[in-house]
């Protein structure tokens, strides 16, 4: 199960295998991030979202 990796919430999956969230990538590497929704209304930006990601 996925899970959001800024405040380690499970992230609930469709029935497609989608994360219900959203996945954001780090511009200098290819490794992806999954952000649950709840975070994504906090840090709104992708530049907040990448400054919360930093730091886990
Ligand atoms: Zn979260």
Same mark, same amino acid.
């Not at 899970?3 to 996945?23: D, H, M, N, P, R």
């Given at each position: 199960?996925? +899970?959001? %990796?800024?405040? *380690? ?8 295998? #989608?994360?219900?969230? /959203?996945?954001?990538? +780090?511009? %200098?590497?290819? *490794? ?8 994504? #209304?906090?840090?709104? /930006? ?7 990601? *930093?730091?886990?």
């Amino acid at each position: 199960m996925a +899970k959001c %990796s800024i405040c *380690k919430a499970q992230l609930a999956e469709t029935f497609l295998g #989608k994360i219900k969230g /959203t996945i954001v990538k +780090k511009a %200098s590497s290819s *490794k992806k991030y999954s952000v649950c929704f709840s975070c994504q #209304k906090k840090f709104s /930006t992708k530049e907040e979202l990448l400054e919360q990601l *930093k730091k886990v």
